[in-house]
């Protein structure tokens, strides 16, 4: 099964490099490049996607606002969006995650990475390093925040299983790593997932780690001393 992929980056040259990269993997197809937020979101609606490879600077409308409406537009529940950045700690980065992005790479992503990354977040899985993820969360978050209205409210809802299974999500552990600590099966995890991304009104894991984190369900980890 091929994967559909938008690119959104204003500069034709870094798009025409990525088009490239991405094109060398034989499940992997550009449908569309955007040179805004716009024109993302406008290919997004005509062309659905699987992923939308998206640059968060961008003039006129950015990535960040095309993320927010993707994500938020119910015919494109399926389109994953994941952000292209310079640097992985960036308050840019950062809202694009709580607006709904599957995750992030750096432009200097080597192919075989990039590959993975897409088939990561087409399969809806969360691209976020552990590490990665706890640097952004220790450096910006300030408070709850608007990912997930009320998140921290149905908490409550969670079964202890779900809350055992989103605090491992949180702390960046695979389906498999999971369902090994758990002794259960990886499909159940995904199942223990699932439902909690819906009782939280997570858009997917990538959000389910966020509301972890923003309502205090897990804490970033000390800095070493």
Not at 26 to 40: M, R, Y
Not at 52 to 76: C, F, H, K, N, Y
Not at 85 to 106: Q, W
Not at 197 to 219: F, N, S, W
């Amino acid at each position: 099964m091929t994967i559909r992929v938008v690119l959104a980056d204003d500069q034709s040259l870094v798009r025409a490099g990525f088009k490239v990269l991405v094109q060398a993997a034989p499940d992997l197809e550009v449908v569309g490049e955007a040179a805004n937020g716009d024109e993302a979101v406008a290919l997004a609606r005509e062309t659905r996607p699987d992923v939308v490879l998206m640059d968060i600077r961008m003039p006129e409308s950015d990535g960040l606002v095309a993320t927010r409406t993707i994500t938020a537009d119910a015919a494109l529940a399926a389109v994953r969006v994941l952000v292209l950045t310079t640097f992985e700690i960036d308050e840019y980065v950062f809202a694009a995650l709580r607006a709904g992005a599957s995750g992030f790479v750096g432009k200097g992503v080597q192919a075989g990475d990039l590959h993975e990354a897409i088939r990561t977040v087409a399969r809806g899985d969360a691209l976020l390093s552990a590490a990665a993820t706890q640097a952004l969360i220790a450096r910006f978050l300030s408070g709850p925040g608007d990912v997930a209205d009320g998140a921290a409210e149905r908490l409550s809802d969670l079964t202890e299983r779900e809350r055992e299974v989103v605090v491992m999500v949180a702390r960046g552990l695979s389906n498999d790593q999971i369902a090994e600590r758990l002794r259960i099966r990886p499909l159940t995890v995904k199942t223990h997932a699932n439902r909690a991304m819906m009782k939280l009104g997570a858009h997917d894991r990538a959000q389910l780690v966020m509301i972890a984190y923003e309502t205090g369900l897990v804490r970033p980890a000390a800095p070493p001393r």
